[in-house]
């Protein structure tokens, strides 16, 4: 939709009554009307209906090319047949058992033959829950308490990860959160070799070190790879775990996540997501010996406490039998190198488009993500060779209200175009040639848009 008399707004007001109506009635039983923080958008996000390969539709019959992508977790894009009648299947057969399975045995042997750490696995329901059994393994196998943590990366909302993301960056606790927790986590700065290491100097009671790999919101803070390979030297000097949470990046990144692309192989991961075909779900794996902190027998046999662990819907049959289908799909495909490939080539083009406008933002990241960098600070940059290291301290200060971002995924949305509010989108295996012509061209229109109402300046 283009239309050049009337703001950006007007027009994604114009086309969206449903969602407004929707979000309206939302108000008056969720906080902010939401369920989930990501998904605030002003004046009101949009209300999804149907989702078909790299497309959605909301209330209103707008279709969008979706780079949400179910926060990440559809890189087989939306209603995957395999993965579709794997979930029918499974539900004719009945939701819940209160009893073990076989798909769970499946799914634990596809996860251990693909990700290179994982020696055993033990299924969450999300990834929050993943990270946090992570880290009281990590805790009770060192007999340490202290826990590294990078500022800007994310780990779910579990009180230990409340700080330091977008807020509280030196390390005090979050609002409901107590003081002792707060006062076991170091907070450290991505890429910082002296930093970190001074932290492990100062510092001999380290349990573990975790970390989005790929660096926060899926690379768009980067951690460089040698940075990456320093941290497994340390941590194995320390006798410290190194845990990859790679609840976006595995089986993205490639069909064992950044650990086999890059070769480098923490102790602990934690997956979700992608890991279970877009249903709810999550784990940690990892090495046997950490996890037998789990094992009854072997527990009780060591004279060890064993660590407990409940959840009425870990494995639950319906998740097992999606993610046991995406794995499969994945495993034997070359899904995670087709929407790496599409990645690079969007991006590309999408700077092309700037670079033709003159327009010093910048599309950047890695593999099959995306990400806009808006340069609040208006520095010059040439948007092909945009290098986003510099940038990360001042992408982690959240503290200066940029409209940019927002006004863009808005833009976008009028256009047909559905990414998340970074501006960043996670790219599918079903995204194709049509789908690349229809994000570059509203992007385009946006950036006119936007120019037209003096939001953003040629160079």
């Given at each position: 939709m283009s239309l050049p008399n009337d703001?950006?707004?007007?027009?994604?007001?114009?086309?969206?009554?449903?969602?407004?109506?929707?979000?309206?009635?939302?108000?008056?039983?969720?906080p902010s009307g939401l369920t989930h923080d990501s998904r605030?958008?002003?004046?009101?996000?949009?209300?999804?209906?149907?989702?078909?390969?790299?497309?959605?539709?909301?209330?209103?019959?707008?279709?969008?090319?979706?780079?949400?992508?179910?926060?990440?977790?559809?890189?087989?894009?939306?209603?995957?047949?395999?993965?579709s009648a794997a979930i029918h299947e499974a539900i004719d057969r009945g939701t819940h058992f209160g009893a073990c399975h076989e798909?769970?045995?499946?799914?634990?042997?596809?996860?251990?033959?693909?990700?290179?750490?994982?020696?055993?696995?033990r299924f969450t329901s999300s990834g929050t829950e993943a990270t946090l059994m992570a880290l009281r393994l990590s805790r009770a196998f060192t007999g340490r308490t202290k826990i590294v943590r990078f500022r800007g990366h994310f780990h779910g909302w579990h009180d230990h990860m409340a700080s330091g993301y977008s807020n509280h960056?030196?390390?005090?606790?979050?609002?409901?959160?107590?003081?002792?927790?707060?006062?076991?986590?170091l907070m450290a700065d991505p890429n910082d070799v002296e930093g970190i290491d001074r932290l492990f100097s100062d510092h001999k009671d380290i349990a573990a070190l975790i970390l989005e790999p790929t660096g926060a919101s899926f690379g768009k803070m980067p951690i460089l790879p040698a940075f990456l390979a320093h941290l497994r030297d340390i941590t194995l000097q320390a006798g410290t775990m190194l845990i990859f949470d790679e609840v976006v990046t595995g089986f993205r990144v490639s069909t064992g996540g950044v650990q086999k692309a890059l070769g480098i192989v923490p102790d602990?991961?934690?997956?979700?997501?992608?890991?279970?075909?877009?249903?709810?779900?999550?784990?940690?794996?990892?090495?046997?010996?950490?996890?037998?902190?789990?094992?009854?027998?072997?527990?009780?046999?060591?004279?060890?406490?064993?660590?407990?662990?409940?959840?009425?819907?870990?494995?639950?049959?319906?998740?097992?039998?999606?993610?046991?289908?995406?794995?499969t799909i994945l495993k034997d495909s070359d899904a995670c190198e087709r929407a790496n490939a599409f990645g690079a080539e969007l991006r590309a083009k999408?700077?092309?488009?700037?670079?033709?406008?003159?327009?010093?933002?910048?599309?950047?990241?890695?593999?099959?993500?995306?990400?806009?960098f808006t340069n609040p600070d208006g520095d010059a940059i040439v948007p092909s060779k945009f290098d986003a290291v510099p940038y990360i301290a001042r992408m982690i200060d959240k503290s200066r209200h940029d409209p940019m971002p927002a006004k863009t995924r808005m833009g976008l949305l009028v256009n047909g175009v559905d990414v998340n509010t970074g501006p960043s989108g996670w790219i599918s295996a079903t995204h194709g040639e049509e789908e690349m012509a229809l994000t570059v061209a509203a992007f385009r229109n946006t950036i006119r848009a936007l120019k037209r109402e003096g939001d953003i300046r040629a160079s």
């Open positions: 703001t950006v707004q007007a027009a994604y007001e114009a086309m969206t009554p449903g969602s407004a109506r929707l979000a309206a009635q939302a108000r008056d039983v969720f605030h958008f002003d004046p009101y996000p949009i209300y999804a209906t149907k989702g078909l390969g790299p497309l959605k539709w909301d209330v209103d019959g707008n279709r969008y090319v979706d780079y949400f992508g179910g926060h990440g977790s559809l890189i087989l894009g939306h209603n995957r047949p395999e993965v798909a769970e045995i499946v799914w634990a042997n596809l996860v251990t033959e693909m990700v290179p750490s994982a020696e055993r696995v960056f030196d390390g005090s606790a979050a609002t409901g959160v107590l003081g002792g927790i707060a006062d076991n986590i602990l991961t934690t997956l979700a997501k992608i890991l279970s075909g877009g249903l709810p779900g999550g784990a940690v794996v990892g090495r046997k010996d950490v996890l037998d902190l789990l094992d009854f027998r072997l527990t009780k046999e060591r004279g060890q406490e064993k660590i407990g662990h409940q959840g009425t819907f870990n494995a639950n049959p319906i998740s097992a039998a999606a993610g046991v289908a995406a794995l999408m700077n092309e488009v700037l670079e033709d406008e003159h327009v010093n933002w910048a599309v950047h990241g890695s593999y099959s993500g995306l990400h806009i």
